[in-house]
C-alpha cells in the first residue's frame, strides 16, 4: 500500500467499497480520487449542461446592427463552475488542515448527478420519476460515482458482473454528499426536495456513513458547500455584469432592492432574515473600493470586475476560515472534529448576491421561453424514451433495462440515461425519437 500521509485521516477513511492494489507507489488514496473524478466522462458532459446561460445561444443584433453585449461566446457551464468551486474549496480546505485532494475532489464530483437544462431538468426528472423514488442531482451524482460511470466491476455474491462507479475511498464519497439523507430524510424539514440518496443505493449509504452522526455532513463536505455557494453566487453576478444583464446602478434604486431582498428572504437568506440585515449587507458590498459601479465591457473594466470577483472570493472564504479557527484552534479540522463556521453577515452577503443574480439573469422574460421550451423536450423525451426503451437507450443503459427486475427499475434507468445527456444531445435525441428533427 502507498504510504498516506492525512493526519487524522485513517484506514477506514481510505477503504473502498471494492479493494484494489494501488498501480503507483507513492501516490495517495484522496491524490487517486481525484483523478478519478478528473479523468470521467461524466465530469467531461458537463462542458455541454446549463449553469446560467445556455451554451449555443445566440448574441442579441441590436436596432443600431450591433452586437449586445448581452451575450458571451464562451459562459459558465457546469463544468467551468465545477472547476472553479474545485479550485476555491481546495484552497479553504487546506487552509483548515483537510487533505487538498480529497476536497477537490468533492467539489469536482459536486455536480457530476445533474441533468441537462440545469434545475429546470431536474424538476421534470423529479416529476417523471416520482413512482420511483423522484430525481434530485445530488442523489444522482452519488449514483453516477458509485454504480454508473463505467471504470471498475467486480463479482457480487451469486457471480454477476456489476459495476461499482469510480470506486471512491469512502471519505471522498462522504465528501460529495451534499444532503446525507433519503428521500423525506430531511432532518428539519420532511417536504423538503433536498436528498442525497435513492432507495436502492441506500446499501452503499450506509458503508459511506459508518460511525457518521445521522443528517451531518463531514468537514469536508461543508467545505464543499460553502465553496459552491462561493463560486457560484460571485461569478453568477460576474456573467449577468458582463453579459449586460446587470447594470450596477439599479442596486441603488429602492424598487429593484425591496425585489432583490424578498427574493433573498424567500429563496437564500437563513431563517429569521429581515429586508433591513439585507439591506446592511447589500450596502456593505456596495461601499467597498473595489466594487464595480460602472461596467462598459472594456479591457479596463473587465480586469476591475475580474477583481471584484477576487476581492468577493476573498472575502467569503477568509471570513470563514477566521471564524472557523477562533471556534476549534489552530490544529488540523477533518472529518467530524469540527464545523465550518461562516458568520451570519458573510452568509447574508452571498445570500443578497444569489437574489441579483436570480431577479436579473435567471428570470429574465426570455428566459422563461426558453426554460418552457426545455421542460418541454425533457417531458417528451422521457415518455418516448420510456415507451421505447431499450430502443433509445445507449448501450449502457440498454443492458440495465433489459435486467431491470420490475417497472420501478426500468424508469429509473430512462431517468439515469436523460440525466446523462447534454443539454445538446437530449434536444438531438428528443429530435429523432419524436421525428422532429
Not at 442523489?139 to 460515482?145: G, H, I, V
Not at 460511470?149 to 451469486?158: G, I, L, N, Y
Not at 442596486?251 to 437563513?270: I, M, Q, S, W
Not at 440585515?277 to 459601479?293: G, K, S
Request: hydrophobic share 40%; glycine share 8%; net charge negative.
Amino acid at each position: 500500500m502507498a504510504q498516506e500521509q492525512y493526519g487524522p485521516y485513517g484506514e477506514a477513511d481510505t477503504e473502498r467499497w471494492a479493494a484494489e492494489p494501488d498501480k503507483r507507489p507513492g501516490r495517495t488514496s484522496f491524490q487517486r480520487d481525484r483523478a478519478r473524478v478528473l479523468h470521467s466522462a461524466a465530469l467531461r458532459r458537463l462542458a455541454g449542461k446549463t449553469q446560467v446561460v445556455t451554451p449555443g445561444t445566440a448574441p442579441e443584433e441590436l436596432a443600431d446592427g450591433t452586437t449586445s453585449l448581452a451575450w458571451d461566446a464562451s459562459p459558465r457551464t457546469r463544468l467551468t463552475h465545477s472547476l472553479e468551486c474545485a479550485q476555491v474549496g481546495r484552497e479553504l480546505g487546506a487552509a483548515l488542515g483537510c487533505d487538498p485532494d480529497l476536497v477537490e475532489a468533492a467539489c469536482l464530483a459536486h455536480d457530476l448527478g445533474h441533468p441537462p437544462f440545469g434545475h429546470n431538468g431536474e424538476q421534470v426528472l423529479d416529476d417523471f420519476a416520482k413512482d420511483c423514488g423522484g430525481f434530485e442531482g445530488n442523489a444522482q451524482s452519488l449514483r453516477l460515482l458509485a454504480r454508473l460511470e463505467p471504470k471498475r466491476f467486480v463479482h457480487d455474491a451469486s457471480g454477476e458482473l456489476v459495476s461499482v462507479g469510480l470506486n471512491l475511498t469512502r471519505a471522498t464519497l462522504d465528501a460529495a454528499t451534499k444532503y446525507p439523507w433519503p428521500r423525506g430524510g430531511h432532518p428539519t424539514n420532511r417536504g423538503s426536495r433536498k436528498f442525497g440518496v435513492y432507495e436502492d443505493d441506500l446499501p452503499l449509504f450506509r458503508w459511506i456513513r459508518e460511525g457518521a452522526p445521522d443528517h451531518r455532513q463531514c468537514f469536508e463536505a461543508q467545505v464543499m458547500d460553502w465553496s459552491d455557494d462561493v463560486a457560484y453566487s460571485v461569478h453568477d453576478i460576474e456573467d449577468g455584469l458582463h453579459a449586460g444583464h446587470l447594470v450596477p446602478g439599479m442596486l441603488l434604486a429602492a424598487p429593484d432592492r425591496h425585489e432583490v431582498f424578498a427574493c433573498a428572504v424567500d429563496r437564500y437568506a437563513p431563517p429569521g432574515t429581515e429586508p433591513d440585515e439585507l439591506a446592511e449587507a447589500l450596502d456593505r458590498l456596495i461601499n467597498q473600493d473595489w466594487w464595480p459601479h460602472g461596467y462598459d465591457g472594456s479591457a479596463v473594466a473587465q480586469s476591475r470586475l475580474k477583481d471584484t470577483t477576487s476581492q468577493l472570493i476573498g472575502r467569503f472564504c477568509l471570513a470563514a476560515e477566521g471564524a472557523t479557527r477562533e471556534a476549534y484552534g489552530t490544529g488540523r479540522l477533518t472529518r467530524y472534529a469540527a464545523e465550518l463556521v461562516v458568520p451570519r453577515a458573510t452568509r447574508l452577503e452571498c445570500a443578497v448576491l444569489k437574489a441579483v443574480a436570480d431577479l436579473y439573469v435567471m428570470q429574465r422574460a426570455e428566459q422563461e421561453l426558453v426554460r418552457a421550451n426545455q421542460r418541454v423536450v425533457l417531458s417528451e423525451l422521457a415518455e418516448v424514451l420510456s415507451a421505447r426503451a431499450p430502443d433509445g437507450l445507449d448501450p449502457q443503459f440498454r443492458a440495465l433495462h433489459k435486467a431491470a427486475e420490475d417497472d420501478g427499475a426500468r424508469q429509473r434507468v430512462v431517468v439515469d440515461q436523460i440525466a446523462a445527456l447534454t443539454d445538446g444531445s437530449a434536444r438531438g435525441l428528443h429530435a429523432r425519437l419524436t421525428s422532429r428533427g
